[in-house]
């Protein structure tokens, strides 16, 4: 998954320490001027890029209007009207993408959750070797997602991968299962995805798992807790607000992931695999249909608001900064 | 119970925490010695009947340099990721001063954005920036899709929002006292905040810096669309080389795992040597509150 940062886990600090009002502090001029480039470049980059966004996806723009984009034809709701019914000519529809998007970014956080949280309960404790078996955790997660989708590629070819050879062995399935075209393809990108991503999970726990106080632990000893009920009494309730967390950053993270299923499957993905994101960029840059990419990413957006909304009102950056 | 040597916080007992660790570990290491062992093996072997090649062909890691053009890839990677983080970094340092020392307007809409802007898709951000780009080029006469300066653009739109919000947290972290006394003793703001400030924070500076650089390292979407031959980073050389290898009479997967590893080496190096800082820098203060 390539290193993913977790920018969000770090929690707003006191943000003003001590603000000074007015135009001139004890210690003179406000040098305000130094945020200016950075909401310029934010602004330029990204504020305008997406009101443009907003407004081709209600154009019929493609290579040929590309060169006068602003005069191309106003279809109105015309693509959004494709995107939801026909989608571009060769892929899913946007609610076929839609639906393979989130079922493909819920099903891998349900999954790599318990294994996070058990491989951060392997490290909890000090013993010889925690600080090799630490590193080794996050190896898939620091290599870069195009070298996970390349070693995963690899392993799920037909015939000669090692998963239809070991399937074969073990006399499951067939040596010449398909696992990069068809149905299958929705697995095998679940499975890349789990492997590589994991140890988000991990480091989140194990990072709530380190905020519990010691004394929480030898309470429960001294009740006689057993492991089961120190795990499900003690140590889950403690991390709820941060296993919530993260749940949310994983499923957006997966929701937006382009790379692994760019580069396992190439373009046309197979349809079980196609998703939102792969979907738009076959439909904007192979197609060139920019009004449908663009109405499929508004889509996105509108959708994306949702778990981001509630992010920002989980991080409760007013009550912080209030004081 | 034997209470000789317990740690109160054991959870999992050491017959199972072994179990699982063992499952873990070869969970993680089967794909990467699989990978390892393509990446030797003779490219007309890869498809045969044995998993183990009849010879090792450690030639696979000289060939690929010139099947495919490795070396131009990695320079331009480094180049433009490079670029793009160290100009992230800068701004998001002045950016997060403003934040953490003063109140204004739109402040708290400023740090909203920041955090909402990483929610936005970055397929989202291509689509519009490329039709910008391509149009300014037709109506200016210069080519700007293919430069390095585009990509660098598009990677300050995920570096810059990131490292500013990684700054804001650790410059709010650093007492105002210190720099107090440096304005006290006759400092301007600009002098206390290079004096003082800067030095203190570099760790935090190290994280960014590194974090928008692996990012940038490993995006597919925006070079793929934005680079020429010349500019192409080393993960789109990769895809490129990768999805040609599907109709081709002797595919050559033994080099093109060769080059995975060769591509994947430096990030798991950088990491092992930042390990410290990076894992504790973004999680350690993080939870506690």
């Given at each position: 998954m390539s290193i993913q940062p977790i920018p969000e886990t770090v929690p707003a600090p006191t943000l003003v320490l001590r603000p000074e009002r007015g135009r001139r502090g004890i210690f003179g001029g406000r040098p305000i001027w130094l945020i200016w480039p950075s909401i310029t470049l934010l602004v330029v980059i990204i504020g305008i890029p997406l009101l443009i966004a907003i407004y081709i996806s209600f154009l019929n723009l493609d290579q040929y209007t590309l060169r006068s984009w602003i005069q191309a034809p106003w279809v109105g709701l015309g693509n959004y009207v494709t995107a939801l019914t026909a989608g571009n000519v060769i892929g899913a529809s946007a609610l076929t993408s839609l639906g393979v998007s989130l079922a493909f970014s819920l099903l891998t956080t349900l999954i790599i959750t318990p294994i996070g949280i058990l491989a951060a309960l392997t490290v909890n404790t000090r013993y010889r070797g925690r600080t090799l078996v630490r590193t080794l955790y996050l190896v898939p997660y620091v290599i870069p997602t195009f070298v996970t989708a390349l070693v995963w590629r690899q392993m799920f070819l037909?015939?000669?991968?090692l998963v239809d050879r070991f399937l074969a062995a073990i006399h499951v399935?067939?040596?010449?299962?398909?696992?990069?075209?068809?149905?299958?393809s929705f697995w095998a990108m679940v499975i890349a995805d789990v492997w590589a991503s994991w140890a988000f999970i991990y480091i989140m726990v194990l990072a709530g798992l380190q905020s519990i106080t010691h004394e929480v632990y030898e309470a429960a000893d001294v009740d006689g807790a057993s492991s089961w009920q120190k795990l499900t009494r003690i140590v889950l309730p403690q991390l709820r607000h941060i296993l919530a967390l993260a749940l949310l950053l994983s499923t957006l993270y997966h929701f937006n992931n382009f790379t692994l299923p760019f580069v396992m499957f190439g373009t046309p993905p197979p349809l079980q695999a196609d998703v939102l994101p792969l979907n738009i960029y076959v439909s904007s840059f192979q197609l060139f249909n920019f009004g449908l990419g663009g109405a499929m990413s508004v889509i996105t957006l509108i959708i994306m608001l949702i778990p981001g909304f509630v992010y920002i009102r989980a991080l409760r950056l007013g009550e912080v900064t209030a004081s | 119970m034997s209470r000789r040597k317990r740690d109160a916080q054991e959870i999992l007992p050491t017959p199972l925490r072994v179990v699982a660790i063992a499952a873990l570990a070869i969970l993680v290491l089967i794909p990467i010695a699989y990978t390892l062992l393509l990446s030797v093996t003779p490219d007309i072997e890869?498809?045969?009947?044995?998993?183990?090649?009849?010879?090792?062909?450690?030639g696979n890691y000289l060939q690929m340099w010139s099947t495919v053009s490795l070396a131009r890839g990695l320079s331009n990677s480094l180049i433009i990721a490079g670029i793009a983080s160290v100009i992230a970094v800068i701004l998001a340092v002045g950016a997060a001063y403003i934040i953490t020392r003063f109140k204004f307007r739109g402040r708290l809409p400023y740090l909203y954005s920041l955090i909402g802007l990483q929610?936005?898709?970055s397929v989202m951000l291509l689509l519009p920036l490329f039709v910008l780009f391509a149009s300014i080029q037709a109506a200016l006469h210069f080519r700007l899709v293919g430069t390095y300066e585009a990509v660098i653009v598009t990677y300050l739109t995920f570096a810059l929002p990131f490292a500013t919000w990684l700054m804001v947290s650790y410059l709010g972290s650093i007492p105002m006292d210190l720099e107090e006394a440096a304005l006290c003793d006759g400092a301007t703001r600009l002098q206390a905040l290079w004096r003082v400030i800067v030095p203190l924070v570099l760790p935090g500076m190290v994280v960014a810096l590194v974090f928008s650089f692996l990012t940038g390292w490993s995006d597919v979407l925006f070079a793929s669309v934005l680079t020429s031959p010349e500019t192409r980073t080393l993960a789109v050389q990769l895809q490129a080389f990768s999805s040609a290898q599907?109709?081709?009479?002797?595919?050559?997967y033994g080099q093109l795992m060769g080059a995975a590893v060769v591509s994947a080496l430096p990030v798991v190096i950088l990491y092992m040597i930042f390990q410290k800082y990076l894992i504790g820098g973004l999680t350690a203060g993080g939870v506690k509150g």
């Open positions: 037909n015939g000669t991968g399935a067939n040596i010449n299962t398909y696992w990069l075209l068809g149905p299958n | 890869v498809g045969g009947g044995n998993l183990i090649p009849s010879h090792w062909a450690f929610t936005v898709p599907e109709g081709g009479a002797l595919p050559l």
